[in-house]
């Protein structure tokens, strides 16, 4: 470490692997926090891979709302993350945000480097898609990750409870059939997001601003 810090240098090996899902809806922060714990494993002397798929912006890297952002490694369908990790001279660490969009068969292979390697795996991504129903990917997570995380930057429904259902709007209404994945963002595009609570979800009142 070349700077004054309160992190530790971590010795290599140190410990076994753990793998680790953190979820939450919509601008809850997810990416935000992906790239501090790699800001954060990197000052502390770790060799880590940052991978996604499907980002906002388009292109293969993690972007966050505030402002910050990286270079990734787009996760395709066919892309044996095993592999990839393999062939990189050591890695300690990896990243995974938009972990919702993989597939079932990659998610076992962020065990795999868990628990066949001792590599952490940090995954985060959405739990549900907008019919509020689970992601593949995200379920198997649920089902195989060693620490679950629901993130506690509160996100806001238009009536002030707290956001846990991310809505799709379409033409101003919200819609419940469609494609899984459709990417977009919560802003004013033609098809867009808004997190709404259980009930103003199940109802399907975006409120004023909707």
């Given at each position: 470490m070349t700077e004054s810090s309160a992190l530790s240098a971590v010795p290599v090996g140190?410990?076994?692997?753990?793998?680790?899902?953190?979820?939450?809806?919509?601008?809850c922060g997810k990416s935000t926090l992906a790239l501090q714990m790699n800001y954060n494993h990197g000052r502390q002397g770790r060799r880590g891979l940052v991978l996604t798929k499907h980002d906002r912006s388009g292109g293969p890297q993690v972007t966050s709302r505030i402002g910050l952002g990286s270079e990734a490694i787009e996760v395709v369908d066919d892309l044996d993350l095993v592999a990839l990790v393999r062939g990189h001279q050591r890695v300690d660490y990896v990243i995974c945000d938009e972990a919702c969009f993989y597939t079932v068969d990659?998610?076992?292979?962020?065990?795999?480097?868990?628990?066949?390697?001792?590599?952490?795996?940090?995954?985060?991504?959405?739990?549900?898609d907008f019919r509020s129903q689970m992601f593949p990917a995200a379920q198997r997570l649920f089902e195989l990750a060693d620490e679950i995380n629901r993130l506690q930057v509160e996100i806001l429904c238009w009536c002030g409870r707290p956001g846990r259902l991310n809505a799709r709007v379409v033409g101003g209404k919200l819609v419940r059939s469609g494609e899984q994945v459709v990417i977009g963002d919560t802003g004013a595009d033609p098809i867009r997001y808004q997190v709404l609570c259980r009930r103003h979800y199940r109802a399907g009142d975006l409120g004023v601003s909707g």
């Open positions: 140190s410990r076994d692997g753990v793998l680790r899902f953190y979820f939450g809806p919509m601008d990659q998610i076992e292979q962020l065990a795999d480097l868990t628990d066949d390697f001792g590599i952490d795996v940090y995954a985060f991504g959405l739990a549900s």
